[in-house]
Antibody
Framework: QVQLVQSGAEVKKPGASVKVSCKAS????????VHWVRQAPGQGLEWLGR????????NYAQRFQGRVIMTRDTSISTAYMEINSLTSDDTAVYYC????????????WGQGSLVTVSS | EIGLTQSPATLSLSPGERATLSCRAS??????LAWYQQKPGQAPRLVIY???NRATGIPARFSGSGSGTDFTLTISSLEPEDSAVYYC???????FGGGTKVEIK
């Protein structure tokens, strides 16, 4: 069965960077895009960007251009999302999600990774 | 950038009632609209994709409609387990709407 398993919770200081991983199993990793979405405490969903797991090509939300880097390692079916220059506003649960073959919607989601930014 | 506005913010209904959730786009997104359900402490779950199509495992009481700028998610007869926040998303820039919280009385 399709699974996306994310790395654990992180606590970072303002100005630092964090890298979250998303290990895929149960499907051909290179056959799909992987999206990243975050959710601040008590808030809605915010799309960060996506990566083509085959080519490595990326699309980022405009407000995160230059601050978010998405990569992947096809040898271990893992996608990564790194965000730098962290502030308290980046405190959120970060989700990875697989883009469906039949649609641009995200049909499978990781369990989420809590990133807390605090001095 | 295309924005999505969802209404109402909260919907409070009794089991068996019909729920109608709205999502309005600032410009046409054709039929590339998806709906997600999110329960507290859980990741979102795909409910509807490309406006009309139910995702795998989604009960038939969920249906989607619309085109262009106005879209609707309908839950024909609410069950207690439908209590959640529902988000719409479009493919033009993958932005999400602000969500509608469905409460079951």
């Amino acid at each position: 069965q399709v699974q996306l398993v994310q790395s654990g919770a992180e606590v970072k200081k303002p100005g630092a960077s964090v890298k979250v991983s998303c290990k895929a199993s149960g499907y051909t990793f290179t056959g799909h895009y992987v999206h990243w979405v975050r959710q601040a405490p008590g808030q809605g969903l915010e799309w960060l960007g996506r990566i083509n797991a085959n080519s490595g090509g990326t699309n980022y939300a405009q407000r995160f251009q230059g601050r978010v880097i998405m990569t992947r390692d096809t040898s271990i079916s893992t996608a990564y999302m790194e965000i730098n220059s962290l502030t308290s506003d980046d405190t959120a649960v970060y989700y990875c999600a697989r883009e469906a073959k039949y649609s641009s919607a995200s049909d499978y989601w990781g369990q989420g990774s809590l990133v807390t930014v605090s001095s | 950038e295309i924005g999505l506005t969802q209404s109402p913010a909260t919907l409070s209904l009794s089991p068996g009632e019909r729920a109608t959730l709205s999502c309005r786009a600032s410009q046409s997104v054709f039929t590339y609209l998806a709906w997600y359900q999110q329960k507290p402490g859980q990741a979102p779950r795909l409910v509807i994709y490309d406006t009309f199509n139910r995702a795998t495992g989604i009960p038939a009481r969920f249906s989607g409609s619309g085109s262009g700028t106005d879209f609707t998610l309908t839950i024909s007869s609410l069950e207690p387990e439908d209590s959640a926040v529902y988000y719409c998303q479009h493919r033009s820039n993958w932005a999400f709407g602000g969500g509608t919280k469905v409460e079951i009385k």
